[in-house]
T-cell receptor, first 115, second 110 residues
Framework: DAGVIQSPRHEVTEMGQEVTLRCKPI?????LFWYRQTMMRGLELLIY????????DSGMPEDRFSAKMPNASFSTLKIQPSEPRDSAVYFC?????????????FGSGTRLTVV | QKEVEQDPGPLSVPEGAIVSLNCTYS??????FMWYRQYSRKGPELLMY????GNKEDGRFTAQVDKSSKYISLFIRDSQPSDSATYLC??????????FGQGTRLTINP
């Protein structure tokens, strides 16, 4: 298995532009998570899905952020309009409920810079 | 106050030393406890997980959970330069929503 695949790896955009981050989870995993990591705040959960349905989006910072999971093999996180304070590394992770623990598999992340 | 507190370090030790990494937490409902390792410019990878209190050993790594004190630890024996990374503790109530510590940056010096 190729693991969790995120694209792009790096994104540099100007303030006010729309940004779309993409994620392909591991086949068979029924949970998908979007996290944001910064030096100041560490890893923050933005939203997570179970069987393609959003379960908890309380971490989404504001209405500029939206996430979708149209099918079991694809999810997007969109920021519109982007702002410099959105600069961070965005991680997607997927997991399955194995009954003993909830280990996630993370992607390699998308490093977003908004100038 | 954050739900999970972890000293960000940095922590620097000589090769072969025993490393102790720790986290404290405030939510007594946490049941699952994990340690992740994150190399520079990579995503975190699961190192160990435990359910409830107790110890778990895997090779050079030992995870300890003390629920009465709300304290978890990760010990690394015979540390190697390849162990240099950021170590993040994480925990959940079992509803698939992990809460992470800030991460401790560890450097093992040859």
């Amino acid at each position: 298995d190729a693991g969790v695949i995120q694209s792009p790896r790096h994104e540099v955009t100007e303030m006010g532009q729309e940004v779309t981050l993409r994620c392909k989870p591991i086949s068979g995993h029924d949970y998908l998570f979007w996290y944001r990591q910064t030096m100041m705040r560490g890893l923050e959960l933005l939203i997570y899905f179970n069987n393609n349905v959003p379960i908890d989006d309380s971490g989404m910072p504001e209405d500029r952020f939206s996430a979708k999971m149209p099918n079991a093999s694809f999810s997007t996180l969109k920021i519109q309009p982007s702002e410099p304070r959105d600069s961070a590394v965005y991680f997607c992770a997927s997991s399955f409920h194995d009954g003993e623990g909830y280990g996630y598999t993370f992607g390699s992340g998308t490093r977003l810079t908004v100038v | 106050q954050k739900e999970v507190e972890q000293d960000p370090g940095p922590l620097s030790v000589p090769e072969g030393a025993i490393v102790s990494l720790n986290c404290t937490y405030s939510n007594s409902a946490f049941q699952y406890f994990m340690w992740y390792r994150q190399y520079s410019r990579k995503g975190p990878e699961l190192l160990m997980y435990t359910y409830s209190s107790g110890n778990k050993e895997d090779g050079r790594f030992t995870a300890q959970v003390d629920k009465s004190s709300k304290y978890i630890s990760l010990f690394i024996r015979d540390s190697q330069p390849s162990d240099s990374a950021t170590y993040l503790c994480a925990m959940s109530k079992g509803a698939q929503k992990l809460v992470f510590g800030q991460g401790t940056r560890l450097t093992i010096n040859p």
